[in-house]
């Protein structure tokens, strides 16, 4: 554990075995308050990166300082267009994109997105992405710099293709991973939080990998590659070709990936991401192993799910008499 979040976490409680007492605790009785990787957030729900941009698109709809923390969409050193036209489809039970890390650079973003988002007073998990180690590292280094009291804790995203070995996604490989989360770490004041793939042999192996070198925690899970082809042209819809697959069709699969690292590094804190979008979607995530639930391909069908989903969670747990949301983290029985 780095010294960024040991100070933070020293003393906090263990997870309890959880079980339904009946409605004896009232909806307002709840304690929604969770802690990831040292950050204490107000209830654990987050946006996901990428679905919720900086948080301006959906501000008409609630107020974003009300969710746990906004995860900003991927930014990189410099400005990207990203990929042409079309870039997403949907799929049954979810939706492909391939929209290429579309951002206007951190210089942009910093002088535009992060004075808004400080203005509304949101807690801000600022999501980077880079072709290399240094790209990566300087992003963070600026962000650090500039983020102040708003951005509390930096995402790696790492399924970005590594230029320097033939385009290979760092988070398929764990050396590759460990690369970059060390440079990051080695700018960051805040904590780190290294956001991983499913399409890998053993996900746990470079989720190791990473807290070795430096990561505070976990997003588990990035996107599933997928593919779809129109039956009539037979041209593929997206195209890029494949793309990123999310909602709820790959609930199942984060489910399974935060309770296997979890059980492997039950020390680690996790932000669960994939396919969330009702209460006991993230019930199953916290009681997998998360700590909060990052809500996102919904967003594009129900502008108001996530802070629907804060208010019913916490009526959840008073129907059941729990009384602290985080004592669902990890509380798995097993068969």
């Not at 760092?170 to 590759?176: E, R």
């Not at 799910?305 to 804060?310: E, I």
């Amino acid at each position: 554990m780095s010294e960024r979040i040991r100070t933070v976490t020293a003393g906090a409680e263990p997870a309890a075995r959880v079980t339904s007492t009946g409605g004896t605790t009232g909806r307002a009785e709840v304690d929604l308050s969770v802690r990831l990787a040292g950050i204490d957030l107000p209830n654990p729900i987050t946006s996901a990166s990428g679905c919720f941009a900086s948080g301006a698109e959906i501000d008409r709809f609630h107020d974003v300082a009300d969710l746990g923390a906004i995860v900003v969409k991927s930014i990189t050193a410099e400005p990207r267009q990203g990929l042409p036209t079309p870039r997403m489809a949907e799929t049954p039970s979810g939706m492909l994109n391939a929209i290429g890390l579309q951002n206007p650079g951190v210089e942009a973003w910093i002088a535009k997105d992060l004075p808004w988002l400080r203005e509304r007073g949101a807690r801000v998990i600022a999501s980077i992405a880079g072709m290399s180690p240094e790209e990566f590292r300087q992003v963070a280094r600026e962000l650090t710099r500039a983020g102040g009291d708003t951005i509390v804790a930096l995402e790696v995203n790492l399924s970005c293709p590594n230029v320097e070995d033939r385009g290979l996604v760092f988070a398929c490989s764990p050396p590759d991973s460990a690369e970059v989360i060390r440079a990051v770490a080695q700018e960051a004041r805040i904590p780190v939080l290294a956001k991983l793939t499913s399409d890998v042999t053993d996900i746990v192996a470079v989720a190791r990998a990473v807290v070795s070198a430096g990561a505070d925690g976990l997003t588990l899970i990035n996107t599933l590659l997928g593919m779809a082809i129109d039956p009539d042209t037979g041209l593929p819809e997206l195209a890029n070709t494949y793309g990123g697959l999310s909602g709820p069709a790959i609930r199942p699969v984060a489910v399974r990936n935060v309770h296997q690292v979890h059980s492997a590094l039950p020390e680690v804190p996790i932000l669960g991401c994939g396919g969330a979008r009702t209460v006991t979607d993230v019930v199953q995530f916290l009681r997998a192993g998360a700590s909060a639930v990052s809500i996102g391909t919904a967003t594009f069908v129900d502008p108001f799910v996530a802070p629907r989903v804060v208010d019913g969670l916490a009526r959840w747990c008073a129907d059941r008499g729990i009384a602290r949301v985080r004592d669902l983290i990890g509380a798995t029985t097993p068969r």
